[in-house]
Structure formats: structure tokens, C-alpha cells
């Protein structure tokens, strides 16, 4: 176990699966103590009390489209663990992938877009709200390498379809954009305060979001020729980047939004 993360309280949403999940483990391996928050528990939490102890981590149910739930959240992680260092938005979803990829905008229903946007854009909107409010409020970290006292890192998951676009998707396409320009808007507005804000941007990762896209062996390969590293990414290597960027090794990091895509967006 390294210590980039000893001592920090961790709120990560969308914990119980995939990226979340990895960058949920990964934290606590290197040091932080994890609230894991999602619509309900698939046992992540037992699996980091069972390697680090039962300080280490507890679960939060959480549904980041309800702001009195977000708000709860952030007070519990502050009950339990006495401040907030990281907030990690991993909570999101991909309507169009029920729909097998095959419709454009004009024949999507409005409810399918306004789903996406509460979850994948006013969830994050939220989650950083109630984050900056406590980090704003608490004493600063101690001084790190640059002698500067942190008050917090955000790290927000966009997509690498928050930069380049998809055919046939409407809803998630823009939903993702939306994280990018929200997390350059907060690392301007809260810099001064010394509050990191960055973006992951994945591309394809083997995950529960693209089941239905690698549910044959075909598929998977198709989708992993697409890319120049001729592979699809594992969520832990989104996590790694997320460590990365809530560490102080990225002490003068902010605004960035971080592609782990395999080459995809290069081409």
C-alpha cells in the first residue's frame, strides 16, 4: 500500500460498480478512507474494511438526482470522518445504450434526455456544490511539496465523449460536454481558495455502461480494433488516473480534463 491518499476522506458516488468501484478500492489501497455512495450497496465497502479495517470505509446510500440526498452525503462523510478531501462524481448513465445506439436526437423522447442531464450533469452540478460549500469551510490541509495548503480536489467523470462526439448520441454526448465546461468553470472560481477540480475522460473501459456493446466476442473485438493501443480499457485504469489527480502529485493541476481512451481520441 503507497500513501499518496493517507489521512483524506474520500466521497466517491457510483461506487458499487465498475469505475467507481476500482477507484474506490485503489483510494483506500493508498491510504484515504472511502464513503462509498450509490443507489444501493454492492459490498465494496466490506471489501476494503476487510483489508484495511473497519475505519476505513462506509456506504452511503445516494441518488444523485435528489439534492436533499447529496446534501446528506456530504454531512455524513463530515460526521464520520470530520472533514471532506475528495470528492470523486462517478454516478452516470447511458440511455442510449437500451436503445442499442440507434436513434438521433429528433426521435429521442425528451425523457431520455432530461434523465441523462440529471444524472450525468445536475448530479455532478450538485455534488460539487455541497463539496465546495464544506471544503470552503474547513481548515486547509497541511503545506505539500509547494508549501501550499489544499482545501480539496475534485475530480469529476466527463467521458471522452465530453470532447469529441458519437453518432447516436443525443443525450449522453451533451450530458458529458456539460462536465467539462463545469469543471473548468470551478477550478477558475476556486483556485484562489486552492481547490483542485479536473475531469477524467474515458473511452471505452470494460464496464457495466458498455455490457450490451462487448456482450459478444465479435463485438468486443470490433470495438477494440477501433482503437491504436488494439484494446479496450479495465477500470483501473481510469482509477489510477483518478489517483493521480486527487494526489499531490498533481499539485499544479486544475481545470484539466485527463483522456484515458486507448489512442481513440488521437486518431
Known amino acids: 500500500m503507497d500513501a499518496r491518499l493517507k489521512g483524506r476522506i474520500a466521497v466517491i458516488t457510483g461506487a458499487s460498480s465498475g469505475l467507481g468501484r476500482a477507484t474506490a478500492i485503489r483510494f483506500a489501497n493508498s491510504g484515504a478512507r472511502v464513503v462509498c455512495a450509490d443507489l444501493k450497496s454492492a459490498g465494496v465497502e466490506d471489501e476494503i474494511i476487510g483489508q484495511h479495517g473497519k475505519e476505513a470505509a462506509i456506504f452511503v446510500a445516494c441518488n444523485v438526482t435528489d439534492e436533499k440526498q ?44 432530461d434523465r441523462a442531464m440529471a444524472v450525468n450533469t445536475r448530479g455532478v452540478w450538485l455534488c460539487c456544490k455541497y463539496a465546495l460549500a464544506q471544503m470552503m469551510e474547513q481548515e486547509p490541509r497541511e503545506p505539500n511539496a509547494r508549501g501550499e495548503r489544499t482545501r480539496g480536489w475534485i475530480v469529476n467523470a466527463a467521458s471522452m465523449l465530453g ?17 467539462v465546461g463545469m469543471t473548468k468553470q470551478i477550478a477558475l472560481d476556486y483556485a484562489q481558495d486552492r481547490i483542485h477540480c479536473n475531469a477524467l475522460c474515458p473511452g471505452f473501459v470494460k464496464s457495466p455502461m458498455i455490457a450490451s456493446m462487448i456482450s459478444s466476442k465479435e463485438g468486443e473485438e470490433g470495438l477494440a480494433a477501433s482503437h491504436p493501443w488494439n484494446s479496450l480499457g479495465v477500470p483501473e485504469d481510469v482509477a489510477d488516473a483518478a489517483l ?17 481512451d486507448g489512442g481513440y481520441t488521437a486518431q
Open 244 to 260: 493521480f489527480l486527487a494526489s499531490d502529485e498533481a499539485a499544479w493541476i486544475t481545470g484539466h480534463s485527463m483522456v484515458i
Open 163 to 179: 470532447l469529441i462526439a458519437l453518432p447516436r448520441g443525443p443525450c449522453y454526448v451533451p450530458s458529458k460536454h456539460a462536465v
Open 70 to 113: 447529496i446534501e446528506n452525503l456530504v454531512a455524513e462523510a463530515v460526521k464520520w470522518g470530520g472533514r471532506l478531501d475528495i470528492m470523486c462524481t462517478y454516478a452516470g448513465i447511458a440511455v442510449e445504450a437500451g436503445h442499442g445506439l440507434s436513434k438521433r436526437l429528433h426521435e429521442t423522447d425528451v425523457s431520455d434526455f
